[in-house]
């Protein structure tokens, strides 16, 4: 049994989290910038930690070893860091992207280049991958994987390859090939070519020995594809025209490989077949999967993260299992995620949330039985933690949806005002964790509402097929029946609802208000589609006309007359509530132009909105200032046309 020890030694007291007094609300901007701990990781031995946290008012990457002291401190500043990873006790990998704009030729102004950069503690100057190699262009594309051969460690990445044109290198093709990198002497060696032509793409999976073990090419004209093993004989192959088919990992056992296929009835299924051929075997048959879980040394699967409202991790072997299970008993009441595990998994690095807690991390010691503190993700008091809790309603047509409702902090459940947040994706869905945003508004006096609406991931296939041509539609009505249902037990005044929403959770906002009429007091809209229409053409442009994206799209969202009767810029002269733009200029996902069309028809239409520019961020608003700058401006909207109740005076 492991008992949590509340008054264990923390780590440094760069890591302490000083809590706010619980007799005002926080303010904003400890919800808005980037989160305090960020993100960690636990070395293969255990003994070292490293963490993307705030030190003395600056974001670092900082490193410890198992009695607290500080190995290295780096400043990684406004970076988009987007993950990290140990390859061995002596390297650490920050997985970076930036945007950068392209010239003639290319089918799109922007993209999203992702680096790898290598730090050696004590050793060298942090580095990039490819940094020396002159043949290699377009940064990283895709992490494989770190293995140790000889003593010394390996890291596999995919890079485009330059061409060589006389006494020049010049790009002949954008798709990548795969790349070996020392992680010591930084020499890249070439282990598997690109694709055979310029409609296929390539993926591969790696062996514990570091040589190849699989590779995916996917043909994008007709969705073909084919499973090849390190010998380039076929092992696996069909047919995906909306390319739902990925090379996973290896196996569970040594010789065999991992595959995810959709059928066309939309169902997801994870396969496992024999590097020599044979019969595919379908694994987990009765699990909803989140996510797969690899053993570092071995490569092999050795476990899943269970897909429902509460994820949970789980293992192939028993020990494993138990432990897991152990972590969980640690925190009852709380959701409990594994972050990170040493090689003999009896050390790891968990993440809870739950009732009173601001996103926490701890390191779990299987063989002491104890709990560390490590950090939490936000310096919020526990009692300044909004509640939250999963709700279940029915549609207009009898589709059960589930939600997910923050409550403000300290308040009757009764007669409140309500910010609806419906996610963006739309394939994704929310959960009842601590969310950064909902948890804003909650500390304000408003209830939260946050839909899975059909078309969500994560719910089954019917539910996910039930979406599709929906936008503006079912799915939109979805999301007004929850609030009925709210309005229906009185948790929530109906006539004080707000609209907030990101991506396609930014449509759903511009949809409330003009598509639909007389819900919502307000609409905010961060970098939200208001053209369908236009958002497919260019989609469709700047993928260079695949043909698989060309057919994922009509068959999730539609076609023709169907895009424009969806598309809330066609119809801003109806809007009948303010509506606040929210747009960062380098976003590539939903491009700027969207907003900034939109901002155009309701200033022809004479309707009031607001529109702010983000300079320098992108679609995931992965940088502290303009986060916060949003945040600041989308709460002051909502407190100006949907003002909260006044907050109840504090206790003596």
Same mark, same amino acid.
């Given at each position: 049994m492991i008992v949590v020890s509340w008054f264990a030694r923390l780590v440094a007291a760069f890591l302490m989290l000083a809590c706010l007094p619980a007799t005002a609300a926080p303010p904003i901007d400890v919800y808005?910038?980037?989160?305090?701990?960020?993100?960690?990781?636990?070395?293969?031995?255990?003994?070292?930690?490293?963490?993307?946290?705030?030190? @003395?008012?600056?974001?670092?990457?900082?490193?410890?070893?198992?009695? %607290?002291?500080?190995? *290295?401190?780096?400043?990684?500043?406004?970076?988009?860091?987007?993950?990290? =990873?140990?390859?061995?006790?002596?390297?650490?990998?920050?997985?970076?992207?930036? &945007?950068?704009?392209?010239?003639?030729?290319? &089918?799109t102004d922007k993209t999203e280049l992702s680096s790898m950069i290598v730090v050696n503690l004590g050793k060298a100057a942090p580095?990039?991958?490819? @940094?020396?190699?002159?043949?290699?262009?377009?940064?990283?594309?895709?992490?494989?994987?770190?293995?140790? #051969?000889?003593?010394?460690?390996?890291?596999?990445?995919?890079?485009?390859? $330059?061409?060589?044109?006389?006494?020049?290198?010049?790009?002949?093709? *954008?798709?990548?090939?795969?790349?070996?990198?020392?992680?010591?002497? @930084?020499?890249?060696?070439?282990?598997?070519?690109?694709?055979?032509?310029?409609?296929?793409t390539r993926d591969w999976v790696i062996a514990a020995d570091g040589s190849l073990a699989a590779y995916l090419d996917f043909e994008e004209s007709k969705g073909d594809w084919t499973l090849y093993n390190s010998q380039? %004989?076929?092992?696996?192959?069909?047919?995906?025209?909306?390319?739902?088919?990925?090379?996973?990992?290896?196996?569970?056992?040594?010789?065999?490989?991992?595959?995810?296929?959709?059928?066309?009835?939309?169902?997801?299924?994870?396969?496992?077949?024999?590097?020599t051929g044979g019969a595919a075997v379908e694994v987990l048959p009765d699990e909803a999967t989140d996510r797969l879980l690899t053993d570092g040394k071995s490569r092999l699967t050795i476990g899943w993260t269970r897909?429902?409202?509460?994820?949970?991790? =789980?293992?192939?072997?028993?020990? =494993?299992?138990?432990?897991?299970?152990?972590?969980?008993?640690?925190?009852?009441?709380? &959701?409990?995620? $594994?972050?990170?595990?040493?090689?003999?998994?009896?050390?790891?690095?968990? #993440?809870t949330d739950?009732?009173?807690?601001?996103?926490?991390?701890?390191?779990?010691?299987?063989? *002491?039985?104890?709990?560390?503190?490590?950090?939490?993700?936000?310096?919020?008091?526990?009692?300044?933690?909004?509640?939250?809790?999963? $709700?279940?309603?029915?549609?207009?047509?009898g589709l059960e949806i589930g939600a997910v409702l923050t409550l403000p902090p300290g308040r009757s459940e009764k007669n409140l005002p309500l910010i609806v947040l419906p996610h963006g994706g739309p394939a994704t869905r929310d959960y009842p964790v601590f969310d950064w945003w909902a948890q804003a508004y909650a500390s304000r006096g408003y209830a939260v509402l946050q839909p899975n609406f059909r078309g969500s991931e994560g719910l089954g296939a019917a539910f996910r097929l039930a979406g599709?041509?929906?936008?503006?539609?079912?799915?939109?009505?979805?999301?007004?029946?929850?609030?009925?249902?709210?309005?229906?037990?009185?948790?929530?005044?109906?006539?004080?609802?707000?609209?907030?929403?990101?991506?396609?959770?930014?449509?759903?906002?511009?949809?409330?208000?003009?598509? @639909?009429?007389?819900?919502?007091r307000c609409a905010v809209s961060v970098a939200g589609v208001a053209d369908v229409?236009?958002?497919?053409?260019?989609?469709?442009?700047?993928?260079?006309?695949?043909?698989?994206?060309?057919?994922?799209?009509?068959?999730?969202?539609?076609?023709?007359?169907?895009?424009?009767?969806?598309?809330?810029?066609?119809?801003?002269?109806?809007?009948d509530a303010p509506i606040m733009l929210i747009h960062g200029v380098d976003d590539i996902v939903v491009p700027f132009d969207q907003s900034r069309q939109m901002a155009a028809a309701l200033s022809r239409a004479g309707k009031p909105h607001e529109f702010i520019k983000l300079e320098g961020e992108d679609h995931w608003l992965s940088k502290g200032e303009t986060r916060l700058a949003m945040l600041k401006a989308s709460v002051a909207f909502v407190e100006q046309h949907n003002p909260p109740d006044p907050a109840p005076a504090a206790k003596p």
């Open positions: 808005g910038k980037l989160p305090t701990l960020e993100m960690t990781a636990m070395s293969p031995s255990g003994e070292r930690i490293a963490v993307i946290g705030m030190l @003395q008012g600056k974001r670092r990457l900082l490193v410890t070893d198992a009695n %607290r002291k500080l190995i *290295t401190s780096v400043e990684v500043g406004d970076s988009k860091l987007r993950a990290i =990873h140990w390859a061995g006790d002596e390297n650490l990998l920050m997985h970076t992207t930036s &945007t950068y704009a392209l010239g003639f030729g290319f &089918t580095w990039t991958i490819f @940094q020396k190699e002159d043949r290699i262009t377009g940064g990283v594309r895709g992490y494989f994987g770190a293995i140790e #051969r000889d003593g010394r460690w390996y890291g596999y990445f995919g890079g485009i390859t $330059l061409q060589r044109s006389g006494y020049d290198f010049v790009l002949g093709s *954008t798709k990548a090939e795969l790349y070996e990198v020392d992680l010591e002497t @930084q020499k890249a060696r070439l282990v598997s070519n690109r694709a055979p032509s310029p409609s296929t380039r %004989r076929s092992i696996a192959s069909g047919r995906s025209p909306l390319g739902d088919i990925s090379l996973l990992s290896l196996g569970r056992a040594a010789g065999t490989v991992l595959y995810f296929d959709r059928d066309a009835e939309g169902r997801g299924t994870i396969f496992e077949i024999s590097l897909e429902s409202d509460v994820q949970e991790d =789980h293992f192939f072997d028993e020990r =494993h299992e138990k432990r897991m299970a152990a972590a969980r008993r640690a925190f009852p009441g709380a &959701t409990v995620r $594994l972050v990170d595990a040493n090689a003999s998994f009896d050390r790891m690095i968990v #993440r739950g009732p009173g807690d601001p996103q926490s991390f701890w390191i779990v010691d299987i063989k *002491t039985g104890r709990a560390d503190a490590l950090g939490s993700s936000y310096a919020i008091d526990a009692g300044d933690v909004g509640p939250m809790r999963m $709700l279940r309603y029915k549609a207009a047509d599709r041509g929906e936008w503006g539609r079912k799915m939109q009505t979805d999301i007004s029946d929850g609030v009925a249902d709210l309005a229906r037990q009185g948790i929530i005044d109906p006539k004080r609802v707000c609209i907030v929403g990101a991506s396609y959770g930014g449509y759903a906002a511009l949809a409330g208000v003009t598509l @639909q009429r007389g819900l919502y229409a236009r958002m497919l053409s260019t989609d469709i442009r700047e993928s260079g006309q695949n043909r698989t994206v060309i057919r994922a799209l009509r068959t999730e969202i539609g076609t023709g007359r169907d895009m424009k009767d969806v598309s809330p810029a066609n119809f801003a002269a109806r809007a």
